[in-house]
């Protein structure tokens, strides 16, 4: 069964603070995995894409990492800030039998960010 | 720059009551997505589009419709409302492929009473 786990489900850190989420999935065949940020109250929107030839993709202070052979992957966040405040989601994409592109999403990691 | 527009944002509906959440992305995206969010839990996909006039079954169908009569727009429609339907409904398009973006829409927080 096609499934994406994220750990750990919350976490709480001060504010300049790294830390490091994580995503387990079990999804085949594997097209491409991505994170997304979500605001309280607010749409999902994307921060990284990655392709199963990738190993690390940037976007400013936010780092995600891919090993395609363990399907691990991990998002980093460098010297936090109160607005990095959110639920952050791996979703990994691939296509189905008839050939449809889905995407399969984790449950999310809440952060807290305290000042 | 509209993106995807949902309406409404919020609605309190009473069991076996109907209504239809409207979702209008002006993208020219081919493919369009209708997921619920409940707490705590992932996104589960409702229904799909992936262009006008084809539509296709999700995850979580049950109790649910959906028409694509143009590129623009993609209803959700709810026939008769249940407390298990209570949850965040979010609307996603995007062109289709690999490597394309999904945009979601703000959402709308269904509350059945």
């Avoid at chain 1, 921060?47 to 990738?54: A, G």
């Avoid at chain 1, 998002?75 to 791996?90: F, M, V």
């Avoid at chain 2, 993208?27 to 369009?32: I, K, L, P, R, S």
């Avoid at chain 2, 999700?58 to 409302?81: H, I």
Wanted: proline share 4%.
């Amino acid at each position: 069964k096609n499934q994406v786990e994220q750990s750990p489900q919350s976490l709480i850190i001060l504010e300049g603070k790294n830390c490091t989420l994580q995503c387990n999935y079990t999804v085949s065949p594997f097209s491409n995995l991505r994170w997304y940020k979500q605001d309280t109250g607010r749409g999902p929107v994307s921060l990284t894409i990655m392709t199963f030839s990738e190993n690390t993709k940037s976007n400013g202070r936010y780092t995600a990492t891919l090993d395609a052979d363990t399907k691990q992957s991990s998002l980093h966040i460098t010297a936090s800030q109160l607005s990095d405040s959110a639920s952050y989601i791996c979703v990994v994409s691939a296509y189905d039998r008839s050939g449809t592109y889905k995407y399969i999403f984790g449950t999310g990691t809440r952060l807290k960010v305290l000042a | 720059n509209a993106g995807v527009t949902q309406t409404p944002k919020f609605r309190i509906l009473k069991i076996g009551q109907s209504m239809t959440l409207q979702c209008t992305q002006d993208m020219n995206h081919n493919y369009m997505y209708w997921y619920r969010q409940d707490p705590g839990m992932g996104l589960k996909l409702i229904y799909y589009s992936v262009g006008a006039g084809i539509t296709d079954k999700g995850e979580v169908p049950n109790g649910y419709n959906v028409s694509r009569s143009t590129t623009e727009d993609f209803p959700l429609r709810l026939e008769l409302a249940a407390p298990s339907q209570t949850s965040v409904y979010f609307c996603a398009s995007m062109f289709g492929g690999m490597n394309t973006e999904a945009f979601f829409g703000q959402g709308t927080r269904l509350t059945v009473v």
